[in-house]
């Protein structure tokens, strides 16, 4: 492993501390695994080849650094074994599919081809500070004073042997290759090393840093180590931020894997040769998705090929140029734990030729001689790359166990993925607010530089779990909370009392105000006030105030919110039995409407509408004996014929409220209207709120596009022709200007709307959504409707929606010390200046993320504060002030900001930002913006914080090495880049409903989980260690499921045993296992109950009830589940985890040159 920086003096970030033992939080279903080690990354540097005999192969692939954590282990293939640190070998897929590239054809501007073999401008494996090697075409004995860096221990080199005569000699000498066990007594090794660094410097391309030994072997628990390693894309990361391993790549076959089909070449290469020859051409693998076809057909749908080749060299067969020390690696010595070197062109095993496989890479091209046949496009291995389910359960394993205590300014939170509690001890929890870096440059040109955008995820309401504590509500009487003068920040941990504790310093803007004498108190010796502790406004991140009447509208106190629930009785909604099922549900569902925490009962008053082509509106009021009906036909006009008796009380009108729900379905139940209106119900839901002088909620519950003739009539403007147009973004926007406008009125008296759809075909979310939006509420899609199938969904989703807690008529600001300002704003809210974030309703699963630039410098020793304000009307009708405070670090050396980033943070932050985009440019531009940003952001660290190293290599940072899959998972989304089965409703549904997620929801929705149920432990509560996202992970024998949010998948492989199919479904065979399940049935068996329950405890942890879908191995609902296995290549044309991590690769070269 290569380190060039010095390693922070504190302990690696994540390391336990001692202290608050065995918590457990029922979140993530995060399940600790009990005495496992971290293991921290160590670099690969490649195997030890034994060369029997003598002679480079040509085509040289600098060997692909990973670090791996690995305990020895052996593969019996071609009697070779490998080294502890060994990642494994390289697979090359079948050349069929991948015709070499006609000499006219082309390839799109702006794109080359993926990287296949990178010769880079620098020369590989050697520090850019050494004076450049000479590489003459000829093999050349290597001397260890070669190199600037000199080597204190002997190292024994082997003169290079000539290049073999032809590709059979070439083969036949890979194939003799073994690689030699690591013995404890054996010398140090010659060329290469493994374990940990110590002070010996590498011979090339290695940089190490002394004391960075942090190596721990792979734990039982955790699955065997990876078993191969990438070529076209060596990638490096640090072992704890701070360090960065350069590393280099090597080819080989890994034995007992099957070939990958065609699909999976990684491209060619484009980049020049490092010594002036001109560029033979490339070969041909697959484009980035998007791209066009320019040249020869070919089998695959995305096929780039290559520009002609130049004149000096038309009769040349595509391969990479030559040059420099090529050829095996130095003698037999096994590897040996010690010191890490490194020398040029080191290869590890490679085997023979294989079925399906075309054979080695042919000699150099001899320039002027007759050429050899094309070599064979490589593959990165998968497991040799950073892995999500490796991240996520070492950061569960150091830093689940104790809480995360809040008092130090800048510490980065544990993942999202991770159960941990967290102590309030002066800043906001990070159930809170989430940023994307805890550490922000302190100039706009560092930032700039870095890219990495400043912004965090705010969730004002969030839901706590039961062992933390719910902010503690402050109430200073009439005069209110103390606030700074001229910024009107309000008292916080972070406010400065000076003066004897008359006066206090604005931590924001530095401005000193009064204390005002009934908030007067002494200081302490520190000029802490002695009252410090008993005040949570001075001691705590996060706390409510409650608000006096100048905070409210007109200044008198808010009356309490009313709920009105709105149902759709055409044809369609009572034919479905949508009608009479949303009836029997309210029935019980209104004795639940949230209330205050020692309320007797809910403050919220209810009222009703039913609505088609008209409206019908229905006196309720407890006096009555049976309910009235009145309608409302002139829709053009609307009103609420009906004040005294709309909205009441449940309890006082409980018997005519059931009477009007058993009657509503008879009444419509031979009903033949099938049009319906929308803006109306809105707007009369609007006028009832209005009169009654109050905040609300509308549950409105629709079921087809509002053809009707009325204000706000839609047409049907579906045209899937406009996908990868520059028309496309007409599908995101809505086809009327009449909603904003009405979005506008209903937030201006704090109407809030979720709309409830049940479309059987073209609905226009885009445009029936813009009022849900901007009023702060939600959506919720069932299509195609099906009571059997979906009415557990529906009714699970509805009596959340009913009881989860809500703010109304909320205001929110967010203010930010001297040199950093919020200018952007994400998420379903309204806003009529640049500063206020306004929403009807806003409820504890919304989250609004807002960035931050810089418009002045910042201090490394005052460091930067935010503060978030919001200002709501609670279920009770109480005015409320709820206020989070944070504080981060600032720096002026860019790999502090890298050490402190938060990867997930960061793609919340870039999958809202790329879903705006669409809004307003084409899909492409859209992509191709994200793209360039991350290669920046990653190029930008590679440049400035990663020790100098090779170009053929890719280093990522710590924090970061999961940007380029969980990126590639963005775009691969169904926003950015939909399959053919994707309708446009389903695209703007999403686009909404990842507007305003959280971390925890962006983590897991582009991202799935995917869970072994067959390695279930029936005893215990834990979950089954997750896989990686790809069908290769899948075993016919077993069965998983995956779960992203919105649904959960169980996939059946046809070769599970019969008795867990009898256990889990209640049926004999594979072939009788229903898949119209939408719910696993109850058996009495432990399997069953075990796999029930982390159903039920994955459904309790998602905002949304997800819908059970039973995939069969081979069923046609196997293409809709391997949609969600984001690692392979998606039929939509998105990248594979590999090929993007190449195309990444490629574009930070681009970037670098």
């Known amino acids: 492993m290569s380190v060039n920086q010095q390693a922070h003096a504190g302990p690696p970030y994540g390391q336990p501390q001692p202290g608050y033992q065995g918590y457990q939080q029922p979140a993530y279903g995060a399940q600790s695994l009990p005495g496992v080690p971290r293991a921290q990354y160590g670099a690969y540097n490649g195997p030890m080849p034994e060369y029997q005999q003598p002679g480079p192969p040509q085509g040289y692939f600098p060997s692909l650094g990973f670090p791996s954590k690995g305990s020895p ?69 290597f001397l260890p004073g070669s190199g600037s860096t000199p080597v204190s221990q002997p190292s024994a080199f082997q003169q290079y042997g000539p290049p073999p005569a032809s590709v059979q000699q070439l083969s036949n000498h890979m194939a003799g290759m073994t690689i030699g066990t690591a013995t404890a007594s054996a010398p140090p090794p010659a060329g290469l090393g493994y374990g940990p660094p110590t002070s010996v410097p590498p011979v090339s391309g290695s940089f190490s840093s002394p004391g960075s030994g942090l190596y721990t072997p792979y734990s039982a628990t955790q699955g065997p180590p990876p078993t191969s390693v990438p070529q076209g894309l060596p990638v490096a990361q640090p072992p704890f931020p701070g360090q960065t391993v350069s590393t280099q790549r090597l ?139 490796q991240v996520i359960e070492d950061d569960r394993s150091n830093r689940g166990s104790e809480p995360f205590v809040t008092g130090v300014r800048g510490q980065v939170p544990p993942l999202v993925t991770t159960n941990f509690l967290v102590k309030d001890q002066g800043n906001a929890s990070p159930r809170y607010i989430r940023c994307t870096s805890y550490n922000i440059p302190c100039t706009s040109d560092m930032a700039k530089q870095s890219q990495v955008p400043l912004a965090a995820v ?117 034919k479905s039995g949508l009608v009479r099922l949303i009836c029997e549900e309210l029935k019980s569902l209104l004795d639940y409407l949230p209330r205050e925490g020692n309320m007797e009962e809910s403050a919220i008053r209810v009222g009703f509408v039913t609505y088609n082509k008209v409206l019908h509106f229905y006196n309720v009021k407890s006096s009555l004996a049976q309910p009235q009906m009145m309608v409302v036909s002139d829709v053009a006009d609307m009103f609420v014929p009906l004040l005294d008796g709309f909205l009441v009380n449940v309890n006082e009108s409980r018997t005519v409220i059931t009477s009007l729900l058993d009657q509503i379905p008879e009444m419509f139940a031979d009903t033949r209207e099938t049009e319906t209106v929308f803006a109306p119900v809105i707007q009369a839901g609007l006028e009832a709120l209005k009169a009654a002088e109050c905040a609300g909620k509308l549950f409105i519950f629709h079921t087809s596009l509002p053809i009707a003739e009325a204000p706000g009539k839609l047409k049907n403007r579906d045209d899937r022709k406009l996908i990868n147009t520059d028309k496309e973004k007409t599908l995101f926007q809505p086809q009327t200007s009449f909603y904003n406008n009405l979005a506008k009125d209903c937030v201006a008296q704090g109407c809030c709307v979720d709309l409830f759809l049940f479309p059987n075909q073209y609905l226009d979310v885009a445009t029936l959504g813009v009022v849900p939006y901007q009023t702060g509420g939600s959506i919720y899609k069932y299509a195609y409707f099906q009571l059997e199938t979906d009415q557990d969904r529906f009714l699970n989703d509805l009596r959340r929606d009913v009881q989860k807690e809500v703010g109304f008529d909320a205001v929110m600001r967010v203010r930010t010390s001297t040199g950093i300002r919020a200018t952007d704003f994400f998420g379903a809210f309204y806003m009529s200046n640049t500063t206020d974030v306004e929403m009807a309703g806003l409820d504890c699963d919304k989250t609004i993320t807002v960035e931050f630039k810089h418009d002045d410098k910042l201090s490394e020793d005052s460091g930067a504060l935010l503060q978030c304000a919001l200002l709501y009307t609670s279920c009770a009708g109480q005015r409320r002030l709820r206020i989070h405070n944070l504080s981060l670090n600032c720096c002026t050396q860019l790999a502090d900001l890298y050490r402190n980033c938060e990867t997930d943070t960061l793609i919340n932050y870039l999958a809202k930002y790329a879903y705006r985009g669409v809004l307003s440019s084409p899909v492409k531009t859209v992509r191709d913006a994200l793209i360039n940003q991350c290669a920046q952001i990653l190029a930008c660290y590679r ?40 309708t446009t409703d389903d695209r703007a549904y999403i686009r909404q409903l990842v507007t305003s997620m959280d971390v925890a929801e962006t983590n897991v929705f582009f991202y799935p989980r995917l869970l072994p149920l067959t390695k279930a432990d ?66 009495e068996n432990p399997f069953s109950k075990k796999v029930r329950s982390i159903v039920d405890m994955l459904q309790g942890q998602r905002s949304r009830y997800m819908k059970l879908i039973i995939v069969k191995q081979e069923d046609k609902l196997e293409m809709l589940f391997k949609h969600f296995l984001v690692e392979d290549k998606s039929l939509s044309g998105g990248a594979s985890y590999v090929d993007f991590l190449c195309h990444m690769h490629k574009e930070i070269r681009q970037l670098l040159s």
């Open 1018 to 1083: 029936v005893d215990s509560d834990s979950l089954p260690a997750a896989i990686r996202n790809s069908e290769e992970r899948l075993s016919k024998g077993d069965i998983y499921l995956l779960e992203n949010g919105l649904n959960i998948f169980v996939w059946v492989g046809v070769s599970v045993q019969q008795g867990l199919i009898q256990n889990l479904f209640g049926v004999s065979s594979f072939g009788q296992i229903s898949n119209t399940l939408s719910a696993l049935p109850v058996l």
């Open 251 to 389: 080819p080989t076959q890994v034995p007992g894997f099957a070939p990958p089909p065609p699909s999976t070449g990684v491209g060619p290469s484009s980049y020049p040769p490092t010594t002036g020859a001109p560029r033979p051409p490339a070969m041909p693998g697959p484009p980035l998705p998007g791209q066009t076809l320019a040249g020869p057909p070919s089998s695959q749908p995305n096929h780039v090929t290559s520009p002609p080749p130049p004149a000096a060299l038309a009769g040349l067969h595509p391969g990479p140029p030559m040059s420099g020390l090529h050829g095996p690696p130095p003698p037999t010595h096994p590897p040996q734990p010690g010191y890490q070197m490194q020398q040029n062109g080191s290869f590890g095993q490679v085997r023979g030729p294989q079925p399906n496989y075309g054979g080695a890479y042919p000699g150099t091209p001899n320039y002027g001689s007759p050429p050899g046949p094309p070599p064979p496009p490589k593959r990165l291995d998968p497991d040799s790359i950073p892995s999500p389910i």
């Open 943 to 982: 440049k400035n914080c990663a020790s100098p190293s090779s170009a053929g290599q890719l280093i990522l940072p710590e924090c970061m090495k999961l940007l380029p899959v969980y990126l590639n998972c963005v775009l691969k989304s169904d926003v950015l880049q939909p399959g053919p089965e994707v």
């Open 458 to 574: 705010i969730k004002p309401l969030a839901t706590l779990p039961p062992e933390e504590t719910l902010p503690y509500l402050v109430d200073h009487g009439e005069s209110g909370p103390v606030r700074c003068n001229r910024c009107k920040a309000y008292m916080c941990p972070f406010m400065q009392f000076i003066e004897g504790g008359r006066r206090f310093q604005c931590c924001f803007c530095s401005c000193v105000t009064e204390v005002p004498p009934h908030y007067f108190q002494h200081l302490d010796h520190t000029g802490k006030r002695v009252d410090f502790y008993d005040r949570p406004e001075l001691s705590l991140g996060s706390y409510e105030f409650l608000a006096t009447v100048e905070y409210c509208k007109n200044n008198k106190f808010p009356s309490p919110p009313a709920f009105i629930f709105m149902i759709d009785v055409s044809y369609n909604a009572v």
């Open 73 to 141: 282990v052996s593969l019996n293939s071609d009697s070779s074994s490998l080294a502890p640190n060994f990642i494994g070998s390289l697979r090359a897929p079948p050349t069929s599919g991948a015709p070499p590239p006609a000499s006219g054809a082309s390839h799109p501007s702006g794109h080359l081809a993926y990287s296949q073999f990178e010769h880079g401008d620098v020369q590989n494996g050697i520090p850019a500070s050494a004076a450049p090697m000479q590489r003459p075409p000829a093999s050349q004995p």
